[in-house]
């Protein structure tokens, strides 16, 4: 997925931004992938949209480009990062999922990196609703990056469901994507399934084989093979919670309709009790949602 490829980083000015610059190099030095350094002024967009007077906004929005290509050069020299190949550019463009996924489109990188939580203004943990439409549209494999470093040797969770609800091949991709992870930066890999079933019952026999089967391509051992009975949305959470995981990898959609069909209680539930990575997956045959043409974007790099 990554060995070799590239990887597009997503900053925000935050105190995040360099947390985030700095675990995406040594991602970047495990896979011997590129870094594209990419800020998204979505809130200077918004207010030229909005502006009373439109004349000059191309002026405006091209200078507001421009200093965002300077604290991506500033962030940039912060890090000492001579063996990196290491680019930066910067748009104006609202929303900011939008300006995220059009950049994505014109790049095509192997994996975007972000923070959690950009816009929520400290008013909740977690996702922000822009995190949650990102999620939903865009069309890489996304990595929301918690608030602390990983481990020397880092514990890795694939989250699967291996029934017949998931979408076919998208629980070996998971597994597939956190091995891969997992043998980059010598960590320790883990699968969770939450069966559903009562508790004190298993789960199918088809499941159960499914999740063997997973284990053994990707040499899971049995003690780090972990079948959940119970509500997923309930006991993934509470296990996750109990756990130490610097990263978990999982389906970034969901089968539910209505309010959840942005990505899923499970997904937030999940992101709610832990700090650590979330690797949110799509199926290889996964079509991108439109995204709405009606999107300011007057300048870009």
Not at 98 to 103: D, F, L, T
């Amino acid at each position: 997925m990554l060995s070799r490829g590239s990887i597009l980083v997503v900053v925000e000015r935050n105190d995040e931004a360099l947390p985030v610059f700095t675990k995406a190099c040594i991602l970047a030095r495990q896979f011997r992938a590129q870094i594209e350094l990419y800020l998204c002024d979505a809130e200077g967009g918004n207010s030229l949209r909005h502006a009373y007077d439109q004349s000059g906004i191309g002026t405006a929005a091209s200078s507001l480009v421009e200093q965002g290509k300077r604290y991506l050069d500033a962030l940039r020299r912060s890090v000492d990062t001579p063996d990196l190949a290491i680019s930066v550019d910067a748009s104006c463009e609202t929303p900011l999922y939008q300006g995220i996924v059009q950049k994505v489109l014109m790049t095509g990188p192997d994996l975007v990196i972000k923070s959690v939580g950009g816009g929520n203004g400290g008013s909740r943990p977690g996702p922000s609703l822009n995190d949650w439409h990102l999620a939903r549209t865009c069309p890489v494999p996304l990595l929301f990056m918690g608030r602390h470093a990983w481990r020397p040797v880092p514990r890795i969770a694939a989250s699967v469901d291996p029934t017949e609800q998931e979408t076919q091949g998208l629980a070996r991709q998971i597994v597939d994507a956190a091995a891969q992870f997992s043998a980059a930066c010598h960590g320790e890999l883990e699968l969770l399934f939450g069966s559903g079933a009562v508790p004190g019952g298993g789960p199918s026999d088809a499941a159960a084989a499914e999740l063997r089967a997973l284990a053994e391509e990707f040499r899971v051992a049995q003690a780090r093979v972990h079948t959940l009975a119970g509500d997923p949305a309930q006991v993934l959470p509470r296990f996750v919670a109990s756990q130490r995981y610097d990263m978990i990898a999982l389906g970034a959609l969901t089968h539910r309709s209505g309010v959840t069909g942005l990505v899923g209680t499970l997904t937030d539930a999940l992101m709610q009790v832990s700090d650590c990575d979330f690797l949110l997956m799509k199926p290889g045959t996964y079509t991108r949602a439109s995204v709405a043409t009606a999107h300011f974007s007057p300048a870009a790099g």
